[in-house]
């Protein structure tokens, strides 16, 4: 793991990921500057230019920010997401030429920039299809972000890193329900009805939904390690260990050491059925592992977020 003697700005510090990587750095001493609410609205160029303006001379940048909404709100607002990400996306592009050109602009990708297949996807499948229909608003500027990135690094000599991630799930992760992704969502459902007395963990979409998944420190360490390796592509940064939603709903009501029965009502959003990257190409490069397993990783928000009874895995 690297030691990182240089600046890092973290773009995005007050988001769910962005929060984790200032608390990630801090912990460990790295230099870092953050770039958070405070800068203002980045869809806009001159919010963007003055925050990059006003910045340590960077030897990395963590592009975390991106305007996001999941299950059904997604299909309604494919215009909005589409335009205010394109915005952000394209004014964070040029800032980074113009006023950090030294900084390698490592930025953050979602499966959902890639068409559905029925196997693990491989970076080379990168734009070879249609993307998910409740996605393609937020898939497109995301897949803007990643050709632009490569774009800019030709003419200009620059360099980058765009990441296609797990789903990641920890501490402080958005729970409104129009933001929140499924770990979290289930997480913080089971709690609430736990809580309530019922005898019944109500899970929405279909159990056998796959999906990649990670717990967010390992995701930032794999953040990190590929960047240690690569440079000036697009790589897919997971663990080849993808899980069905109901491999999670059982580790959640087990970790809440609650008896109830999982219930998968009908009419749910389900998004597609199956989406898992293959990360062969990071794996193989980093000898990279995650060291945080499913049960302990629901155990670690539990603990964090919510004030429960002490589980009985904490002796």
């Known amino acids: 793991m690297p030691t990182n003697p240089e600046t890092t700005i973290i773009l995005g510090a007050d988001g769910f990921l962005g929060r984790n990587f200032v608390r990630y750095f ?37 592009h975390l920010v991106t305007r996001q909404r999941t299950g059904p709100v997604q299909y309604g607002i494919q215009g909005e997401l589409l335009a205010v990400n394109a915005r952000i996306h394209l004014n964070v592009l040029e800032a980074w030429r113009q006023h950090q050109p030294q900084a390698k602009l490592i930025s953050t990708g979602s499966s959902c920039a890639y068409s559905e297949y029925d196997r693990p996807i491989l970076e080379s499948d990168f734009q070879d299809g249609p993307m998910h229909e409740s996605v393609r608003g937020y898939g497109l500027a995301k897949q803007m972000l990643a050709v632009g990135s490569d774009a ?16 990641v799930y920890g501490p402080e992760d958005h729970k409104a329900p129009d933001r929140t992704h499924f770990m979290t969502g289930m997480i913080d459902r089971a709690v609430k009805e736990k809580r309530d007395g019922k005898t019944e963990f109500t899970v929405w979409g279909d159990p056998g939904t796959v999906r990649d ?11 990190l390690a590929a960047d240690a390796a690569f440079e000036n592509e697009r790589l897919n940064c997971s663990s080849n260990a993808p899980v069905t939603i109901d491999a999670c709903a059982h580790a959640i009501r087990d970790a809440l050491n609650w008896e109830a029965e999982i219930v998968y009502p009908a009419g749910t959003f389900k998004g597609t059925g199956y989406k898992t990257l293959d990360a062969s190409r990071f794996l193989e490069m980093t000898g990279w592992k995650p060291g945080v397993d499913l049960r302990e990783g629901v155990g670690r928000v539990l603990d964090a977020e919510y004030k429960l009874p002490k589980r009985a895995s904490q002796s």
């Open 26 to 62: 801090r912990e460990r001493g790295w230099n870092y500057h953050a770039i958070g609410h405070d800068a203002g609205d980045l869809s806009e160029s001159d919010n963007v230019n003055a925050a990059f303006r006003a910045a340590p001379a960077a030897g990395r940048i963590l």
């Open 152 to 167: 800019y690094a030709h003419q200009y000599g620059l360099k980058y890193l765009h990441l296609f991630l797990a789903t």
């Open 213 to 223: 998944l990670l717990y967010v420190d390992d995701q930032m360490e794999a953040i």
